[in-house]
Every structure is written in structure tokens, then in C-alpha cells.
């Protein structure tokens, strides 16, 4: 079991930056892909990106590559997520994911990871 808490949500205007985090809880979460996602009102929650826990290999969502970067500290069990050049497209409810062992691979659909936080509001105004 994982459970996972995000915050540093809030409101921001277009440019400018905001680091989430996401608290893990429980002993599989140094042997966890973890991902982040985002949901968009009326539309489907969608990868943001992830991290591999065997090598630290990430992946990212092409609207997000070279502006979002995605770290974790096992020892303080949590993952980050700097997001910078915030666009107001960015606008969603952010939710952090923990995909346990066996993940050989860094998923990207939503129906792969088992835990998953309750997710923090994010909203770029232009």
C-alpha cells in the first residue's frame, strides 16, 4: 500500500512557476514508478510525466518538455514536480501516481498506476 498526498497547488499568471510535491507513505515507495498526470475539466486525465525508481529514467508529455522537470528524494519519500513558462493551457487538477512492482517500463496510461493522491489545483491565468 502507498498513500500519496500532493500540495503546491495554486494560482499563478502566464510565466511563471510552481513545484509541487507529492508525499509517499508506505514501504513500496522506493520500488514505485511514479507519475504525474493532469485532468482538465471535461477532458481525460492525461500523463504529464514520470520516473523509473530502478535508474531515475524520465519521460514527458510533448506539451510539457523542457518546461516541467520531475524529481524524487527516497529519502524524504516524496516527488516533485517543477513546472516553469506556465501556460494557461496548464490549467488542471494535478494528481500524483504510484505504479508498484512488477513496472518494468515507465507507464503512461492512468489505468497502470494503483495509488494515486487526490490531486492539487493548478491555475495560469494570461
Known sequence: QVQLVESGGGSVQA???????????G????????????????????FVTGIRWINGRTDHAESVKGRFTISRDNAKNT???????????????????ADPPPNVR??????????????TQVTVSS
Open 15 to 25: 510565466g511563471g512557476s510552481l513545484r509541487l510535491s507529492c508525499a509517499a507513505s
Open 79 to 97: 516527488v516533485y514536480l517543477q513546472m516553469n513558462s506556465l501556460k494557461p493551457e496548464d490549467t488542471a487538477v494535478y494528481y500524483c501516481a
Open 27 to 46: 514501504p513500496s515507495f522506493a520500488t514505485c514508478n511514479m507519475g504525474w498526470f493532469r485532468q482538465a475539466p471535461g477532458k481525460e486525465r492525461e
Open 106 to 119: 515507465l507507464e503512461t496510461a492512468p489505468g497502470a498506476y494503483d495509488y494515486w493522491g487526490q490531486g
